[in-house]
Protein backbone atom coordinates (compact mmCIF):
# COMPACT_ATOMS: atom_id res chain seq x y z
CA UNK A 1 0.00 0.00 0.00
CA UNK A 2 0.98 3.53 -0.90
CA UNK A 3 1.97 5.71 2.42
CA UNK A 4 1.61 9.12 2.80
CA UNK A 5 3.56 10.70 5.15
CA UNK A 6 2.85 14.49 6.46
CA UNK A 7 4.67 16.99 7.88
CA UNK A 8 4.92 18.87 10.26
CA UNK A 9 2.59 17.09 12.54
CA UNK A 10 1.43 20.76 13.64
CA UNK A 11 2.42 24.26 13.59
CA UNK A 12 1.55 27.57 15.35
CA UNK A 13 1.00 30.38 13.16
CA UNK A 14 -0.27 34.04 13.12
CA UNK A 15 -3.54 35.85 11.38
CA UNK A 16 -1.80 37.22 7.98
CA UNK A 17 1.15 34.39 7.91
CA UNK A 18 1.76 32.45 5.00
CA UNK A 19 2.02 28.48 5.87
CA UNK A 20 3.15 25.39 3.84
CA UNK A 21 2.31 21.58 4.94
CA UNK A 22 3.99 18.91 2.66
CA UNK A 23 2.93 15.35 2.16
CA UNK A 24 5.31 12.26 0.96
CA UNK A 25 4.32 9.47 -0.73
CA UNK A 26 5.63 5.98 -0.63
CA UNK A 27 6.27 5.88 -4.38
CA UNK A 28 4.78 7.82 -7.23
CA UNK A 29 1.32 8.97 -7.19
CA UNK A 30 1.34 10.99 -10.52
CA UNK A 31 -0.78 14.23 -9.34
CA UNK A 32 -3.42 12.07 -7.96
CA UNK A 33 -3.36 14.03 -4.13
CA UNK A 34 -5.89 15.33 -2.33
CA UNK A 35 -6.24 18.13 0.12
CA UNK A 36 -8.72 18.10 3.34
CA UNK A 37 -9.78 20.51 6.41
CA UNK A 38 -11.26 19.35 9.26
CA UNK A 39 -12.82 21.46 11.90
CA UNK A 40 -13.42 20.34 15.63
CA UNK A 41 -16.15 18.06 15.29
CA UNK A 42 -17.29 18.70 11.37
CA UNK A 43 -16.86 16.38 8.11
CA UNK A 44 -13.53 16.67 6.87
CA UNK A 45 -13.87 19.12 3.57
CA UNK A 46 -12.53 18.71 0.28
CA UNK A 47 -10.12 21.68 -0.45
CA UNK A 48 -7.27 20.66 -3.47
CA UNK A 49 -8.03 18.10 -5.96
CA UNK A 50 -5.37 16.55 -7.92
CA UNK A 51 -2.61 18.25 -6.24
CA UNK A 52 -3.51 21.98 -7.70
CA UNK A 53 -7.06 22.07 -8.55
CA UNK A 54 -9.08 24.26 -6.07
CA UNK A 55 -12.38 23.12 -5.11
CA UNK A 56 -15.25 25.34 -6.37
CA UNK A 57 -16.13 27.39 -3.43
CA UNK A 58 -12.38 27.30 -1.93
CA UNK A 59 -10.90 30.75 -1.08
CA UNK A 60 -8.35 31.49 -3.48
CA UNK A 61 -5.53 32.04 -0.57
CA UNK A 62 -5.48 28.20 -0.89
CA UNK A 63 -3.28 26.44 -3.28
CA UNK A 64 -1.60 23.22 -4.11
CA UNK A 65 1.43 22.20 -5.97
CA UNK A 66 3.67 19.10 -6.45
CA UNK A 67 3.46 15.49 -8.69
CA UNK A 68 5.32 12.46 -7.90
CA UNK A 69 5.89 12.03 -4.53
CA UNK A 70 6.36 15.81 -3.23
CA UNK A 71 3.47 17.97 -2.98
CA UNK A 72 2.46 21.09 -0.54
CA UNK A 73 -0.40 23.10 0.88
CA UNK A 74 -0.09 26.81 0.77
CA UNK A 75 -2.44 29.20 2.67
CA UNK A 76 -1.17 32.41 1.54
CA UNK A 77 -2.68 34.55 4.30
CA UNK A 78 -3.55 32.62 7.02
CA UNK A 79 -7.30 33.54 8.64
CA UNK A 80 -9.00 32.96 11.57
CA UNK A 81 -11.14 30.55 10.17
CA UNK A 82 -8.12 28.67 8.81
CA UNK A 83 -7.33 26.93 12.02
CA UNK A 84 -8.00 23.91 11.50
CA UNK A 85 -6.52 20.08 10.82
CA UNK A 86 -5.10 19.53 6.98
CA UNK A 87 -5.07 16.12 5.72
CA UNK A 88 -3.87 14.97 2.10
CA UNK A 89 -5.19 11.94 0.68
CA UNK A 90 -4.36 9.53 -2.81
CA UNK A 91 -6.41 8.93 -5.05
CA UNK A 92 -3.86 6.86 -7.73
CA UNK A 93 -4.63 3.56 -7.23
CA UNK A 94 -7.84 1.26 -6.28
CA UNK A 95 -8.53 1.34 -2.84
CA UNK A 96 -6.79 1.73 0.57
CA UNK A 97 -7.50 5.34 0.12
CA UNK A 98 -4.39 6.21 2.63
CA UNK A 99 -4.46 9.61 4.08
CA UNK A 100 -1.62 11.50 5.71
CA UNK A 101 -1.79 11.65 9.70
CA UNK A 102 -2.56 15.25 9.46
CA UNK A 103 -0.86 18.46 10.23
CA UNK A 104 -2.78 21.20 13.21
CA UNK A 105 -2.57 24.31 12.41
CA UNK A 106 -2.78 26.38 15.96
CA UNK A 107 -2.95 29.71 17.11
CA UNK A 108 0.19 31.47 17.90
CA UNK B 1 -28.50 19.69 -2.73
CA UNK B 2 -25.79 16.65 -2.81
CA UNK B 3 -26.28 14.91 0.99
CA UNK B 4 -24.94 11.87 2.31
CA UNK B 5 -26.21 11.03 5.75
CA UNK B 6 -25.12 8.32 7.85
CA UNK B 7 -27.15 6.45 10.75
CA UNK B 8 -27.06 3.41 12.86
CA UNK B 9 -24.15 4.37 15.41
CA UNK B 10 -24.18 4.09 18.78
CA UNK B 11 -23.39 2.05 22.25
CA UNK B 12 -22.21 -1.39 21.59
CA UNK B 13 -20.67 -4.34 23.49
CA UNK B 14 -17.32 -5.71 22.58
CA UNK B 15 -18.08 -8.37 20.81
CA UNK B 16 -21.45 -7.22 19.47
CA UNK B 17 -22.29 -6.10 16.02
CA UNK B 18 -23.49 -2.95 14.68
CA UNK B 19 -24.97 -1.86 11.13
CA UNK B 20 -24.68 1.55 9.98
CA UNK B 21 -26.35 3.00 6.89
CA UNK B 22 -26.06 6.23 4.38
CA UNK B 23 -28.81 7.63 2.89
CA UNK B 24 -27.79 9.95 -0.33
CA UNK B 25 -29.40 11.85 -2.40
CA UNK B 26 -28.97 15.11 -5.03
CA UNK B 27 -26.90 12.48 -7.15
CA UNK B 28 -26.95 9.86 -9.26
CA UNK B 29 -25.95 7.19 -6.15
CA UNK B 30 -25.58 4.22 -8.70
CA UNK B 31 -22.85 5.76 -10.90
CA UNK B 32 -20.28 6.20 -7.69
CA UNK B 33 -17.55 4.19 -5.78
CA UNK B 34 -18.57 4.91 -2.34
CA UNK B 35 -16.53 4.49 0.89
CA UNK B 36 -16.07 4.53 4.53
CA UNK B 37 -14.02 6.38 6.45
CA UNK B 38 -13.91 6.33 10.19
CA UNK B 39 -12.08 8.64 13.07
CA UNK B 40 -10.93 7.39 16.28
CA UNK B 41 -11.07 10.13 19.32
CA UNK B 42 -8.31 12.55 18.35
CA UNK B 43 -7.28 10.82 15.79
CA UNK B 44 -6.47 11.02 12.32
CA UNK B 45 -8.80 9.79 9.24
CA UNK B 46 -8.20 6.23 8.40
CA UNK B 47 -9.90 4.60 5.48
CA UNK B 48 -12.26 1.66 6.15
CA UNK B 49 -13.84 -0.11 3.45
CA UNK B 50 -14.91 0.90 -0.39
CA UNK B 51 -17.61 -1.09 -3.12
CA UNK B 52 -17.78 -0.09 -6.49
CA UNK B 53 -20.83 1.42 -8.31
CA UNK B 54 -22.31 -1.69 -9.23
CA UNK B 55 -21.11 -3.65 -6.33
CA UNK B 56 -18.79 -5.97 -7.65
CA UNK B 57 -15.59 -4.87 -5.95
CA UNK B 58 -14.93 -4.61 -2.83
CA UNK B 59 -12.01 -3.48 -1.12
CA UNK B 60 -11.50 -3.51 2.84
CA UNK B 61 -8.87 -2.36 5.27
CA UNK B 62 -6.91 -5.78 5.67
CA UNK B 63 -6.47 -5.06 9.54
CA UNK B 64 -10.35 -5.76 9.55
CA UNK B 65 -9.28 -9.10 9.07
CA UNK B 66 -13.11 -9.57 7.13
CA UNK B 67 -14.98 -8.39 10.83
CA UNK B 68 -16.77 -5.51 8.52
CA UNK B 69 -18.82 -5.68 5.55
CA UNK B 70 -19.55 -3.20 2.86
CA UNK B 71 -22.09 -3.66 0.78
CA UNK B 72 -24.80 -1.43 -1.01
CA UNK B 73 -28.77 -0.93 -2.49
CA UNK B 74 -28.58 1.37 -5.31
CA UNK B 75 -32.46 1.05 -6.16
CA UNK B 76 -32.59 2.79 -2.25
CA UNK B 77 -29.65 5.08 -2.88
CA UNK B 78 -28.13 3.35 0.27
CA UNK B 79 -24.72 2.59 1.40
CA UNK B 80 -24.00 0.04 4.75
CA UNK B 81 -21.43 -0.91 6.97
CA UNK B 82 -22.46 -4.51 8.87
CA UNK B 83 -19.83 -4.51 11.59
CA UNK B 84 -19.70 -8.14 13.72
CA UNK B 85 -17.20 -8.92 16.37
CA UNK B 86 -16.50 -5.31 17.67
CA UNK B 87 -13.70 -3.89 19.89
CA UNK B 88 -13.11 -1.17 21.68
CA UNK B 89 -10.27 0.17 19.15
CA UNK B 90 -13.32 0.14 16.19
CA UNK B 91 -14.58 3.03 18.62
CA UNK B 92 -14.73 6.50 16.69
CA UNK B 93 -16.53 8.61 13.85
CA UNK B 94 -17.67 6.67 11.01
CA UNK B 95 -17.95 8.77 7.77
CA UNK B 96 -19.53 8.50 4.53
CA UNK B 97 -17.96 9.46 0.99
CA UNK B 98 -18.50 9.57 -2.49
CA UNK B 99 -15.66 7.94 -4.38
CA UNK B 100 -14.36 7.14 -7.67
CA UNK B 101 -10.79 6.27 -8.83
CA UNK B 102 -8.89 8.93 -9.86
CA UNK B 103 -10.80 11.67 -7.99
CA UNK B 104 -10.97 12.63 -4.34
CA UNK B 105 -14.00 11.83 -1.38
CA UNK B 106 -15.29 14.96 -2.33
CA UNK B 107 -18.78 14.37 -0.72
CA UNK B 108 -19.03 13.48 2.98
CA UNK B 109 -22.15 12.58 5.15
CA UNK B 110 -21.96 14.28 8.97
CA UNK B 111 -20.69 11.30 10.34
CA UNK B 112 -22.23 8.65 13.23
CA UNK B 113 -20.45 7.75 16.46
CA UNK B 114 -19.90 4.37 17.30
CA UNK B 115 -18.89 3.70 20.76
CA UNK B 116 -17.87 -0.35 21.69
CA UNK B 117 -17.66 -0.53 25.66
CA UNK B 118 -18.47 -3.03 27.78
Known amino acids: DIQMTQSPSSLSASVGDRVTITCRASQTISGYLNWYQQKPGKAPKLLIY???SLQSGVPSRFSGSGSGTDFTLTISSLQPEDFATYYCQQSYTEPPRTFGQGTKVEVK | EVQLVESGGGLVKPGGSLRLSCAAS????????MSWVRQAPGKGLEWVSSISSSGSHIYNRGSLKGRFTISRDNAKNSLYLQMNSLRAEDTAVYYC???????????WGQGTLVTVSS
Open chain 1, 50 to 52: AAS
Open chain 2, 26 to 33: GFTFSTYT
Open chain 2, 97 to 107: ARDQQYSPLDI
